[in-house]
């Protein structure tokens, strides 16, 4: 079975802090997906990364950067110099990526880490 | 192009009523599924389905039923509406050969009481 774990579950910075949200997670394959989200307060998910399982290179986009270390399990996810706007809900997900597209793309979601950003 | 619509936006259920939920996507995508997002929590797999014709279930799917009689449209129905139903509902889509990029619609807030 898949798990997500979020251990964080609220944080609170001021603008311009750096923030690292932890990801952790469980699976018994071999290949598969991790992403990102965030639920800003309208509600809607947004994607915000996408990352195989046998690709461990860092990534950066702007002022977010993940970091995929497959031996910890982790995915953790660091926005520089947060500002108010990143205030959000921010889900952690797996997904299996079986050969031929078994597995259907089903997510398995963290908690969410709610991240607030003070002015 | 609207991507993915969830209808209604809001609901109140009374214990027992029954509601279908609506989702509808116009990207010719052959995955939809369900999920539902308990307050402070992440989002579970309710039912997914791979084309019209075909549905499965996911991690929670007591208390609902799915069908997809077309390419467009997979709406979720509850039958006998319990407080534990209380939850925001999300639709989203993938087309075949890239299931991991799912595109969420804005979600239904659903309260029984």
């Known amino acids: 079975a898949q798990k997500v774990t979020q251990a964080q579950t609220e944080i609170s910075v001021v603008e311009k802090e750096d923030v690292t949200l932890d990801c952790v997670y469980e699976?018994?394959?071999?290949?598969?997906?991790l992403f990102w989200y965030k639920q800003p307060p309208s509600g809607e998910l947004v994607f915000l990364i996408r990352?195989?399982?046998?690709?461990?290179q860092n990534e950066i986009s702007g002022r977010y950067s993940w970091n995929f270390q497959k031996s910890t399990s982790s995915f953790n996810f660091t926005i520089t110099a947060s500002q108010v706007v990143d205030s959000a809900v921010y889900f952690c997900?797996?997904?299996?990526?079986?050969?031929?597209?078994?597995?259907?793309?089903?997510?398995?979601f963290g908690q969410g880490t709610i991240l607030t950003v003070h002015p | 192009n609207a991507g993915v619509t969830q209808t209604p936006k809001f609901r109140i259920l009374k214990i027992g009523q029954s509601m279908t939920l609506q989702c509808a996507q116009d990207?010719?995508?052959?995955?939809m599924y369900w999920y539902r997002q308990d307050p402070g929590m992440g989002l579970k797999l309710i039912y997914y389905?791979?084309?019209?014709?075909?549905?499965d279930k996911g991690e929670v799917p007591n208390g609902y039923n799915v069908s997809r009689s077309t390419t467009e449209d997979f709406p979720l129905r509850l039958e006998l509406a319990a407080p534990s139903q209380t939850s925001v509902y999300f639709c989203a889509s993938s087309r075949l050969g890239r299931p991991y990029e799912q595109y969420f619609g804005p979600g239904t807030r659903l309260t029984v009481t």
């Open positions: 699976t018994r394959d071999t290949t598969y997906y």
């Open positions: 389905s791979v084309g019209a014709g075909i549905t």
């Open positions: 990207m010719n995508h052959n995955y």
């Open positions: 990352r195989n399982s046998f690709d461990e």
């Open positions: 997900a797996l997904s299996e990526a079986r050969a031929g597209g078994t597995s259907y793309g089903k997510l398995t």
